[in-house]
């Protein structure tokens, strides 16, 4: 190791502008300041090496380049910042690394850095020095540039929820690759007629069972699927080939494990100081201190990361609802009110909030996606109306009740038929995101088609009413992976999905439904520009409980579709609806097609409206329902409506 005197030591001290704005948690970018950098001094090259430990009473670093002696080669704390650092000649990229770390507790730990660019394949636990000599060469310079310009809040946005080690997996059970990835999963996402895949997290993480959502490495990709140059290559790919990517990522919490963040100098640094506070009764992980400026900072830093190293699209942000709320899964007495006596935890709205403000700053367009379960009003809110700043956010209600609803025989439902209708009291109050993630197929919850009622016809029935109506409805899609063909096992993260199930033509079915629906969203106006404004949406009949069947029209200026479901196994002839206009009628598509798998009962012909008044409108028609099934009319080009300002579905 260089002396502290050396002119090499000298040369690399962090300027009083980068510590001054690193104490005061807005340097942005936390990973240039820390962590391990190869740098020029008198021309030669060396590896700096600074970690944030502002209670240690010495750090050093051990590696490889030198036989992971704790005396060989020490830091130096610089100032009063908490920031230790020094250089080595003999450090080189590609080799293993830890921080010695003597905390204020007299123990002596050895840390991963928790600004690590690179980790060791699981269980070993080590930061591996990254080349940054050899930066990747991109080729989505045409995506950028057009990402840029769009507006996904007015775009059609179908996302394909992916865990990268279980979507397939080799003969020897082994996980694909990135790249492997690339070149198997970007076409058959692309043929399925969505617009962007989910991968679900990809910071390093010690546990497989945690499906990466107890992350060790917030600036590292997991090195069990490649390096990290290997998950460029995965989003150069899907990028080359008109794919957004977006990264589930978890400043929630972080895990207990000692070799990372935990207890990192002797003492609560990461996490919370507050011991009522400190730990997640729910996931047994500690929670982040967002009332530390450097903490937020080194969070903010790290989602600016995957957008401007991996050029990723977007982000959904894992638990929201955990950091907002001091009572998130506690009972009376396990919880302390804020400075002002609520249960709102202050500090992480000014996080969420800044966070949100510096991803738009410096990528705007980026889709930023709340995770949040709860009725916290503005979370998609711009932050200067007092909102969080979010693009979207799930809308667990709505997957919540419907599942709900559709779990239940058809007997049944016409007691229930608020739980079709309830959300649309609140579907236009935020941007949301309609999600049938992987947390509604795993834990003995079934899969999406074993939640259904009835013989194995019903059930795949049900679940392309389940498809037609997500797609029908106000929101962005997502669909995680294996419901795309009606999977019938849980998903198990240990294996792939169990592609046996299209050798089968109930499998095919689904997915040719699932594909049509992407292509009919993709192209349909209505169902898109305006899904933030209720006059995008207009019931034709929310009532009929009794039949268990709702219909609704989806609407832009110039263009709507009728949507009309039946949610029994009873096919109704003659069932009668009002029209939004008098043009003739086609069906343009009806999940009861053989092409889906179904009975192939429908209205092969056009549908003219008659002058029956029916449910508020000045016309109606008369149609056939299949059991278990639902239409999509589009008035045919060459008609045109009349009386448009009397009969408009805008007057509903």
Not at 105 to 134: K, Q, Y
Not at 138 to 160: E, S
Not at 245 to 251: A, G, M, R
Not at 416 to 421: F, I
Request: aromatic share 12%; with cysteine; glycine share 8%.
């Amino acid at each position: 190791m260089i002396a502290e005197n050396h002119p090499a030591t000298q040369s690399l001290t962090l300027s009083r502008e980068s510590l001054q704005a690193f104490a005061e948690g807005r340097t942005w970018q936390v990973q240039s300041l820390l962590g391990a950098h190869r740098r020029m001094v008198e021309g030669q090259p060396m590896i700096r090496f600074t970690v944030w430990a502002p209670r240690a009473t010495e750090v050093s670093v051990v590696g490889d380049f030198n036989g992971w002696q704790r005396a060989t080669d020490p830091l130096t704390p610089i100032g009063d910042s908490g920031i230790w650092c020094a250089v080595s000649a003999a450090a080189t990229p590609g080799q293993r690394y830890k921080f010695a770390i003597t905390g204020a507790d007299g123990e002596t730990t050895l840390r991963a850095d928790p600004c690590g660019l690179l980790f060791e394949m699981r269980p070993a636990n080590a930061s591996v020095i990254s080349d940054e000599d050899r930066p990747y060469r991109w080729h989505d310079h045409d995506w950028l540039a057009q990402h840029d310009q769009i507006d996904w809040q007015r775009a059609p946005l179908a996302i394909y929820e992916v865990h990268a080690g279980s979507w397939r997996r080799h003969f020897n059970g082994h996980w694909y690759t990135y790249r492997e990835l690339a070149y198997a999963l970007v076409p058959y996402v692309r043929s399925l007629g969505f617009t962007h895949i989910e991968l679900m997290p990809l910071n390093e993480y010690p546990l497989d069972e945690s499906w990466g959502y107890q992350s060790t490495g917030y600036f590292a990709p997991t090195s069990r699927y490649g390096s990290p140059d290997d998950l460029r290559f995965l989003v150069d790919y899907c990028h080359q080939n008109g794919l957004g990517v977006i990264l589930d990522w978890v400043p929630g919490h972080f895990p207990t494990d000692r070799h990372a963040l935990a207890l990192f100098d002797g003492a609560p640094l990461y996490e919370q100081g507050d011991p009522v506070h400190q730990l997640h009764p729910q996931w047994g992980t500690l929670n982040f201190d967002y009332s530390r400026p450097q903490v937020r900072d080194f969070l903010v830093s790290s989602a600016l990361h995957w957008l401007s190293d991996f050029h990723m699209d977007g982000l959904r942000v894992d638990a929201v609802a955990s950091m907002l709320y001091l009572d998130f899964s506690r009972g009376p007495g396990q919880w302390r009110p804020n400075r002002e006596g609520g249960n709102e935890n202050l500090d992480a709205i000014v996080f969420l909030r800044t966070l949100n403000e510096q991803c738009q700053r410096r990528h705007p367009g980026a889709l930023i996606i709340a995770e949040d379960s709860t009725d916290w009003s503005g979370v998609t809110h711009p932050v200067d109306d007092g909102g969080l700043g979010f693009q979207f956010k799930w809308n667990l209600g709505w997957m919540n009740d419907t599942l709900r609803y559709l779990a239940l025989d058809p007997v049944y439902r016409s007691f229930h038929h608020n739980l079709l209708t309830f959300g649309l009291l609140y579907a236009f109050s935020e941007h949301f995101v309609l999600p049938l993630s992987h947390d509604e197929v795993v834990h003995e919850k079934a899969s999406l088609v074993s939640k259904m009622p009835g013989d194995p016809w019903q059930k795949l029935a049900n679940l392309r009413l389940l498809y037609l109506f997500m797609y029908g409805y106000p929101g962005a899609k997502l669909l995680f992976m294996g419901n795309e063909f009606a999977q019938t096992t849980e998903w198990n993260a240990l294996d792939e999905l169990d592609w046996q199930a299209l050798r089968h033509g109930e499998g095919q079915g689904i997915r040719n439904l699932v594909r049509d629906l992407n292509d009919l969203y993709r192209r349909s106006p209505p169902l898109w520009p305006n899904d933030r404004t209720s006059h995008s949406f207009q019931w034709l009949d929310c009532h009929d409980g009794r039949h268990s069947v709702v219909s609704f029209v989806r609407q832009d200026a110039t263009e709507h579709l009728v949507f009309v479901l039946n949610f029994t196994p009873v096919p109704r002839q003659n069932y009668r609806i009002s029209m939004p206009s008098m043009a003739r009628y086609a069906e343009c598509l009806n999940t009861d097609s053989h092409h889906y798998g179904g009975s192939n009962l429908g209205n092969p012909l056009p549908l003219t409206p008659q002058p029956v008044p029916w449910m508020g409108l000045s016309q109606s028609v008369t149609l056939t329902l299949p059991p278990l099934g639902g239409v999509v009319l589009k008035p045919l080009r060459d008609d045109h409506p009349t009386d448009a300002d009397e009969n408009s579905a805008d007057h509903l």
